[in-house]
């Protein structure tokens, strides 16, 4: 049985003490893209589209919850534009785009589908007020770090490792999976607030810069593998 596992997040620890008990945990991040200071936010004036959604295109990701919020949000925000970025088949980008003229905001979609290069999907991402994520299976998305990275408030639900982003403090806001109407209401918090929508920004910005450090994360590799020898030889 293996001995030695390294983890980023709480829930992946707690599976693997429930079947390993005496296993040996390792906290490390992965490394991540990290843009430079000036990537990182955009005058509010700059702003295209309320909601933006950037992930992989599927039903487990939230993109079905996402045209479903847009829907419900169209009749107070007559006005709401989103945008939706991420690959996906022919056939069901035609039944999202069927679900979205039922739900009666398909004039508020932007379907941009799969952009060439990260450039051109965080060209977009700043020029949208609120990442939203209703992922249903996930350890922390990197959709929702870039985010933070780039001062876009987060809204998502919590799966998997997401809610370790909120131990200490708020820096996004989650709702149980499925609940729609604490999604929306977490939604709406933010577009009819630009101070709590900036502020939040700027401390999931903060959280993000503290946890997310390659540098750290090397030296934390770097020190889970001397550990990991050492016990051996003295074994």
Not at 188 to 198: A, G, H, N, V
Request: net charge neutral; hydrophobic share 35%; proline share 3%.
């Amino acid at each position: 049985m293996l001995t030695n596992f390294g983890v980023r997040t709480t829930n992946i620890m707690n599976e693997i003490l429930d079947s390993n008990p005496r296993a040996n945990i390792y906290w490390h991040e992965y490394f991540v893209n990290i843009p430079n200071i000036e990537e990182a936010g955009t005058l509010e004036s700059e702003k295209i589209y309320d909601l933006i959604y950037f992930a992989r295109i599927s039903k487990e990701k939230g993109v079905e919850d996402f045209i479903k919020l847009t829907g419900r949000l169209c009749k107070q925000y007559p006005n709401l534009k989103t945008v939706i970025i991420g690959g996906a088949n022919e056939s069901y980008i035609k039944k999202l785009k069927k679900l979205a003229i039922d739900n009666q905001c398909s004039s508020a979609i932007d379907f941009q589908g799969f952009l060439p290069t990260q450039n051109d999907v965080y060209h977009i991402l700043k020029k949208s007020k609120i990442c939203v994520l209703p992922t249903y299976n996930d350890i922390i998305p990197g959709t929702i770090i870039e985010s933070m990275f780039r001062k876009i408030a987060v809204v998502s639900y919590e799966t998997g490792g997401i809610p370790d982003i909120n131990r200490d403090e708020e820096n996004i806001l989650l709702s149980k999976q499925g609940d729609l109407d604490s999604l929306l209401s977490n939604i709406q918090s933010l577009l009819d607030s630009s101070e709590k929508r900036i502020e939040m920004a700027n401390r999931a910005y903060n959280y993000a810069v503290k946890r997310w450090s390659n540098v750290k994360a090397m030296h934390d590799i770097v020190n889970a593998y001397k550990n990991i020898i050492k016990d051996e030889i003295n074994k």
